[in-house]
């Protein structure tokens, strides 16, 4: 077929030589193939002989234009050769289509699979593109879906049963006295040695017993130890080598690990600029605490949150706190700049989640592809008392290095704090977080005790958070004055800092790196015919289109120089409130705030529906027989851009500047922010450009 084409093609050609061309018209330059973006996949695997939708997207890139408003999404066999079309990805905003907003470059589609085979499933997205040098054939980088297995009944209960026995049998051999933990250990791996289904234990004599099961998944068990008082005080095991009491283990030299690009592009033509590699890329902080209750009062999480909220900076924090610190908390880890797992964790390969593991729960299948992936184990919870009882808690999920590695995103150069035990011992975590755009990590290189975690979150956050050091300037060089002297230890770059510059005020990033985002904020390189007043990018603000129903903001914490004077920013209103609610209770607003260290708001500018109607002479619509609409110098973009409702009008692009003077030499934030008056049914969006400081 491919030859039959090829002659075609050159007939064509030979016949256009021999014809001369009277009217001397222009034709479109060819590119040939054109790299057009990265296929994302709402999941990567799913379970055989089950129908599953996978939402599929492609962030098309800046300067390019699919031809037909829509790519072809197809398989391809081992070759990477065609095995034909599946679907279509749109960009028309149909949620059903799984698309958010249309007109933006982001092509998407909800497409049905169910297959009967375990493998894996090659996808492409290809389709007829151009660009200002020509017309091409775009096609995406290469996806993968993978095809499980599921686990069965009988390899559930396997697991269950071989974990509750071994439990079991490790509270026989300890005999209720404590000094009896590291021979009582040491039988249990000789037991669990001996089982027919197991294919390899993995210990270290303190934290966990860590299975791989026959069958492909992974288990284990996980030890720690609560005093009288029921305080669980360590974040996995104990030593149980009492000569280990005699000395303090020797620090590692404090060093850097050398530094690697991760800068990534959709494609050489239409590269975008990156964040500075040494720079924090937003103020958003995770803290992921599972074991809260079984800490306390051992805990860091509150401690961390008074120390940034008095910093002179704005932080956004997110806390997930027990069982609430689920798997599915952890979907979104590569948005965050800071991380603090406070949590269990056995050899620098898995720390702990609070979830349960439930095969009635509605989410056990979608968990199950990820065990069977090897993203996740299922331990045991072990805890030792001070008195030699043994009490099993749940079986609970665990994250592994290869759940890391398949998130989607890219860390904005975050810094990582894994505050539980053995999180340095092997490298496999911080190298999955590394590879993914993580900075700096980290970590302790043996059982470490809860006060001592403490001690090193609170140390770490005010160094790195408020006193703006860098990550080698933010370690401590200390080990753990209690049994079994647990080292605090760095890996990565020790270069890795906030800033106190304004960056990516004109979103030429191509993401919203040096934006912190809280509710509905993104960058997006067209909304249907609008495009940026400058480059390739913009930000977006809105009160919840598409499937986000939060209102959005953006802000970023900044030092005004001795000689800047100004903040100008570009601006473009598009509502669905317009022209309907009008001098009504409805009314969508766009602010624009300047907050000070002392968490005082300079309100900048304040647009709500009612003060732009006036400001462009538009009057209310009532829909009324004859009645003519009047939307002054308002600009109706429907049905060229449309949110949801409503017919949407727009103000066009407005430069706004404002004298900060008086801010000179201080830290401000800047914060802008779309919300909702009366409902969130119409919406509203604002697009931002060119936000600098002069």
């Keep these: 077929m491919k030859k039959r084409l090829l002659f075609i093609s050159v007939l064509v050609i030979t016949l256009f030589i021999g014809c001369e061309d009277k009217n001397d018209s222009p034709t479109t330059p060819s590119l040939g193939d054109v790299e057009i973006g990265t296929l994302e996949l709402s999941q990567d695997g799913i379970l055989e002989n089950t129908s599953t939708g996978i939402t599929i997207k492609i962030n098309v890139a800046s300067g390019v234009e699919v031809v037909d408003s829509m790519l072809s999404l197809i398989t391809l066999d081992a070759s990477n050769n065609s095995k034909g079309e599946i679907g279509k990805l749109y960009d028309n905003g149909d949620l059903f289509n799984g698309d958010d907003i249309a007109g933006d470059n982001i092509f998407s589609g909800v497409i049905d699979f169910n297959e009967s085979v375990p493998g894996v499933i090659k996808l492409q997205a290809i389709g007829n593109v151009k660009t200002s040098e020509g017309q091409g054939s775009g096609y995406s980088q290469i996806a993968e879906l993978n ?10 209960k396997e697991i269950l049963n071989t974990q509750d026995e071994a439990t079991d049998k490790f509270a026989e051999f300890l005999n209720g006295n404590v000094s009896n933990a590291a021979s009582a250990v040491s039988q249990t791996i000789q037991w669990l040695q001996q089982q027919p289904q197991i294919e390899e234990i993995v210990n270290n004599g303190n934290t966990s017993i860590q299975i791989k099961y026959k069958s492909g998944l992974y288990g284990g068990i996980f030890f720690s130890f609560k005093d009288a008082n029921g305080t669980v005080f360590t974040r996995g095991g104990k030593s149980f080598d009492q000569n280990r009491k005699k000395s303090k283990s020797v620090p590692l030299a404090y060093q850097t690990r050398g530094k690697t690009s991760n800068k990534t592009s959709l494609n050489k033509t239409f590269s975008i600029d990156d964040l500075d590699p040494k720079v924090i890329g937003n103020r958003r902080v995770l803290i992921f605490a599972p074991y809260e209750a079984a800490f306390a009062p051992y805990n860091e999480r509150v401690s ?29 880890l590569t948005s965050y700049g800071f991380v603090v797992l406070a949590t269990h964790g056995s050899l620098g390969e898995e720390f702990a989640t609070g979830e349960v593991v439930d095969t009635n729960a509605a989410n056990y299948k979608s968990l199950n592809i990820l065990r069977k992936a090897g993203s996740l184990s299922t331990w045991d919870n072990v805890t030792i008392s001070s008195a030699g009882g043994v009490d099993k808690k749940e079986t609970v999920y665990v994250i592994r290095p290869k759940f890391i590695s398949s998130l989607s995103g890219k860390f904005p150069n975050s810094v990582i704090l894994n505050n539980s035990c053995e999180s340095t011992m092997k490298d496999d975590l911080f190298n999955a977080f590394k590879a993914k755009g993580a900075k700096t990590y980290f970590g302790y290189s043996k059982v470490v005790n809860s006060d001592f975690c403490m001690t090193i979150a609170d140390t770490v956050t005010k160094r790195l ?33 906030y800033t106190l510059e304004l960056m990516n005020g004109d979103f030429e990033f191509g993401n919203l790196d ?19 007043t400058g480059g390739s990018y913009m930000g977006i603000i809105s009160t919840g289109l598409g499937y986000t129903t939060s209102t959005g903001k953006i802000f970023q914490s900044f030092r005004v120089n001795e000689n800047q004077s100004t903040i100008k920013f570009k601006w473009n209103f598009l509502s669905e409130e317009f022209l309907e609610f009008i001098n009504s209770s409805f009314q969508d607003y ?19 529906i009612d003060i732009l109607a006036s400001e462009f002479g538009a009057q209310k619509f009532t829909g009324g027989e004859d009645e003519v609409p009047q939307p002054g110098s308002l600009k109706l973009v429907s049905p060229d851009i449309v949110f949801d409702k409503g017919d949407v009008y727009m103000t066009d692009w407005q430069t706004y500047t404002f ?36």
């Design 590 to 608: 766009f602010k624009v705030t300047i907050i000070d260290k002392d968490g005082n708001e300079d309100v900048l500018f304040n647009k709500t």
């Design 304 to 332: 961390i949150k008074n120390i940034l909220n008095s910093t002179e900076y704005k932080f956004a924090i997110t806390e997930y706190v027990n069982q609430s610190a689920n798997v599915a908390a952890l979907n979104d």
């Design 659 to 694: 004298d900060i003077t008086n801010y000179r030499g201080k830290i401000i934030t800047i914060e802008f922010s779309a919300g909702d008056v009366g409902d969130s049914i119409y919406d509203t969006a604002i697009l931002l450009d060119d936000i600098s400081v002069q």
């Design 514 to 532: 040096g934006w912190t985002t809280d509710g509905d904020g993104r960058n997006i390189s067209k909304l249907s015919y609008l495009s940026p």
């Design 465 to 497: 958070a408020k006193d703006l050091k860098n990550t080698g300037e933010t370690y401590y060089d200390k080990s753990d004055p209690n049994d079994p002297f647990a080292h605090f230890e760095i890996r990565g770059e020790n270069d890795i800092h």
């Design 147 to 156: 095809i499980f297995s599921d686990i069965t009944s009988g390899e559930e």
